[in-house]
């Protein structure tokens, strides 16, 4: 798959504002030559989606594109590298990206099969954590080794337990809930329904892992990992690093619940007002995300003896709700989340129980239905947040969901105007607030943003909103593109027809000249020449810009653009004499404002 260059100047930007390497990216300046890479060809190697590493920008300049002297070389060092510093060898493709006249390499390091793994360099595996690579514990290369069969761990006996180590309500509603799903248990005594479905081992007294950890007393007590740690983190300033860290105990089903409980007591509540008048308490995160991601992350945990010591950890930052589990995905890979039949359960006993299993209130811990992820990806759009992201270490799972709506205060009042009967869709509610903001959509644009999306539906939101007296579109089809509709407000100020941008041309005696004119298409500053457009989003940013200095971090927020049509706009602005840049260009932390007149 090639890098494109907007692709690439995103993927900076992610850089820039993580403030370092990333879990799939190792970048490396590359003067003196091609990086020593063994470690790092060995973690991506062993990392279930591979990784990147990119060579020739400068991490300690807030990666500022300098270049390869040499790219030929720099590819085939490290191809070199992947063939014979590594065991077994890593499949490595490549990209080169030119920008601000520099050469950058990007190698693309493909990840090894399960049957491969582990990869070694001089005899140790590695793995990716945060921005670096470290050497995997005898335990984690263990739990690699374990995956190469599918894994049966949930349905060992766990030595020291019987029927009476289980929670006597549970179990009760439990084997009621067998019995009324299949007839050939109808009429079987407790124990042998237990023992075909996996709670009791085959033979003998014990529970098994599954059944222990679903329906036990209290499953702790044999089993200290089966538990979830939860913590919010504060900001390192304060003189604290942590607030509310709680360990919760139990069976699945009271985890759950209990950390259902935890996140909203550490999370904000917004009370709203229907059409119909009543009062609902809307959450931060959806409910529903939350539940999904927290009840996946318990009932697929990799319950292997090599994780003793791991649990399944909630961790809330200023901007994210982390959800981690010990163990990554089996039979399917990260691509496959929330598609049709992205499912596979890593414990197939653990799964099957808890299907049947429910919490106090009476829901069920998982609906069997391979639909969670989707679910909780649709929840988290609809409440104008964006879907949650994955990262599958192949020994460990970590969902992250923002905290930050996508779509301003401002612009869900807004919208309430122009859609007062609530008709639609949560993807085109998102397109036109950013046509509001003087963004342009086009077909693919809409499929790239809200992917997985062919092309009929994308077409459908689109002609929905010029239905609707929303949007305009012009252009032939195929190059059709669609824009806020001329008589609605964009950024904030009303308009019978649409901004046309002019090209400024500011001389030493004529700096009155507007940036953006909303009539000709001559430029007044100098008469008769053509008007020509400087960027079709600079009325979005000039807008943006009219409250102050800004950076570009802060224009995405503001305007709902991309990162790479920020950088574009504000490149276009500036070379037309209508910036003042403070910092350096393309920096972290450079702010951009209208030059006075």
């Not at 007062?420 to 869709?425: F, P, Q």
């Not at 004499?577 to 910092?583: C, D, F, M, R």
Request: hydrophobic share 40%; net charge neutral.
């Amino acid at each position: 798959m090639t890098l494109t260059a907007d692709a690439f100047q995103d993927l900076v930007e992610e850089l820039r504002d993580h403030g370092g390497d990333k879990t799939n990216v190792e970048v490396k300046l590359g003067a003196g030559g091609c990086p020593r890479l063994g470690e790092t060809l060995s973690a991506f190697g062993n990392m279930p989606s591979g990784g990147l590493i990119v060579v020739g920008l400068d991490e300690a300049s807030d990666f500022d594109p300098v270049g390869v002297a040499d790219p030929t070389a720099i590819e085939a060092g490290i191809a070199s590298q992947a063939r014979n510093s590594v065991v077994p060898p890593v499949q490595v493709t490549f990209d080169r990206v030119s920008t601000e006249g520099a050469v950058i390499v990007v190698a693309r390091v493909n990840p090894l099969t399960l049957s491969q793994r582990p990869c070694r360099h001089q005899g140790n595996a590695y793995l990716r954590q945060a921005d670096g690579d470290y050497r995997m514990s005898e335990p984690e290369v263990q739990q690699i080794l374990a995956l190469r069969d599918r894994p049966r761990f949930d349905a060992a006996a766990v030595p020291g337990t019987q029927l009476s180590d289980l929670d006597p309500d549970l179990t009760q509603a439990y084997v009621a809930a067998v019995r009324s799903s299949t007839r050939r248990l109808a009429d079987a005594s407790n124990e042998a329904v237990l023992r075909h479905r996996g709670v009791l081992v085959p033979q003998g007294p014990e529970l098994t892992v599954a059944g222990l950890y679903a329906l036990g007393a209290y499953p702790q007590q044999f089993a200290p990992s089966l538990a979830i740690t939860a913590a919010v983190h504060l900001d390192p300033r304060t003189g604290a690093r942590t607030r509310d860290l709680v360990h919760l105990d139990g069976p699945i089903p009271a985890l759950l619940e209990d950390a259902m409980a935890w996140v909203v007591r550490n999370t904000r509540a917004t009370i709203r007002y229907g059409q119909d008048g009543h009062a609902r308490e809307e959450y931060e995160i959806p409910a529903v995300a939350v539940r999904e991601l927290v009840a996946n992350a318990l009932v697929h945990r990799d319950l292997s003896p090599h994780t003793q010591g791991k649990r399944v950890e909630i961790r809330l930052t200023g901007d994210l709700l982390v959800i981690s589990n010990p163990g990554g995905l089996w039979g399917i890979d990260q691509a496959q989340l929330g598609r049709p039949l992205g499912k596979s359960a890593v414990n197939e006993f653990l799964y099957e129980i808890c299907k049947l299993v429910r919490t106090e209130s009476g829901a069920r811990v998982i609906e069997g239905e391979g639909g969670g992820i989707r679910d909780a990806q649709l929840a988290m759009t609809k409440a104008n947040l964006r879907p949650p992201r994955f990262i599958d270490k192949g020994v460990s799972f970590t969902a992250l969901l923002p905290r930050h709506s996508l779509i301003a205060e401002r612009d869900l009042m807004w919208l309430s105007g122009v859609d007062r009967d609530g008709r639609l869709t949560d993807v085109q509610r998102r397109l036109v607030v950013s046509m509001r903001h003087g963004t342009e959509w086009t077909n693919g644009m809409v499929r790239a943003e809200f992917a997985p999306m062919d092309s009929l539906v994308a077409r459908a939101e689109l002609q929905g909103l010029v239905n609707a007296g929303l949007a305009e579109s012009s252009g032939e089809r195929g190059q059709t593109t669609y824009r806020l509709a001329s008589t609605l407000e964009l950024n904030g100020e009303r308009t019978e027809r649409p901004l046309v941008v002019v090209t400024p041309t500011p001389t030493a005696t004529d700096t009155s000249v507007p940036l953006f004119s909303d009539g000709p298409t001559t430029n007044p500053a100098s008469p008769g020449s053509p008007g020509a457009s400087v960027t079709r989003h600079g009325p979005a940013i000039w807008a943006a810009l009219a409250r102050g200095p800004l950076s570009a971090r802060s224009l995405t927020t503001t305007t709902g653009l991309s990162v790479h049509q920020i950088r574009n706009a504000l490149a276009a602005l500036d070379k037309h004499g209508w910036l003042t840049v403070h910092g350096g260009w393309g920096h972290r932390g450079t702010t951009y404002e209208r030059r006075s007149p």
